[in-house]
């Protein structure tokens, strides 16, 4: 069974610049999960959809950031524009059942802002 | 919200050693992982572990939810074991998964 599929894997921009991440989940998995996480840190979710419904944006900042997913199965997070602040991995996750079910990880994007 | 606390932050073996890390939280769960964070950033997934004990190969872990704490077992511990690892955990009435502290292990021949 493929895993979590995440890229790009590495990503260099400059501040004030647009940057979007892409996510494949593994297949059948109706929850899909967006976390940031910054060095030295856990992991903190920015947006959980089900299918692809938001069930919680609630700590992703809206200003900057926003994510969709179209047809309940990849997803994409946008960051514009970004801020030194925002350097860190981010991180997509997947599971077959609600926030109760054990959750998969991708690789992540590292992304750092210059 | 949720506290969750881990125990030790860092922690050097060497290796064919064993140890136990602790996760204590604040509020009760109904979802609580332990995931290995590989040198490379990988999140691997250990075990999915709210209440009841597992055991896989050299790791076992056990949650005690009426008293508010898990605990990872590592046996036998290689160079492979090193990295981060983190207990998370998703607060009963809630729908978050929210990360603790980790613990820093490095394993050393």
């Known amino acids: 069974e493929a895993g979590v599929a995440q890229s790009p894997r590495y990503k260099i921009i400059e501040k004030r610049q647009s940057v979007a991440f892409w996510c494949n989940p593994i297949s059948g998995h109706a929850t899909l999960y967006w976390y940031q996480q910054i060095l030295g840190q856990g992991p903190k979710l920015l947006i959980q959809f089900q299918n692809n419904g938001v069930v919680d944006d609630s700590q992703l900042p809206k200003d900057r950031f926003s994510a969709e997913r179209l047809k309940g199965v990849d997803s994409t997070l946008k960051i514009q524009p970004a801020k030194l602040e925002d350097s860190a991995v981010y991180l997509c996750?997947?599971?077959?059942?609600?926030?109760?079910?054990?959750?998969?990880f991708g690789p992540g994007t590292r992304l750092l802002v210059l | 919200g949720i506290q969750v606390e881990q125990s030790p932050p860092d922690l050097i073996l060497q290796e064919g050693a064993n140890s136990t890390l602790r996760c204590n939280f604040s509020?009760?769960?109904?979802?609580l992982q332990w995931f290995h964070q590989n040198p490379w950033g990988q999140l691997i997934n250990l075990f999915y572990?709210?209440?009841g004990t597992k055991q896989n190969g050299r790791l076992s872990a056990t949650t005690v939810a009426t008293e508010r704490y898990s605990l990872l077992y590592i046996s036998s511990s290689q160079t492979t074991d090193s990295g981060v690892y983190f207990c998370?955990?998703?607060?009963?009435?809630?729908?978050?998964?929210?990360f603790g502290t980790g613990t820093q292990l490095k394993v050393e021949l």
């Open positions: 998370a955990v998703v607060p009963g009435g809630g729908n978050k998964l929210t």
């Open positions: 509020d009760s769960v109904n979802n």
């Open positions: 996750a997947s599971s077959s059942m609600d926030y109760r079910g054990t959750q998969y």
């Open positions: 572990i709210p209440s």
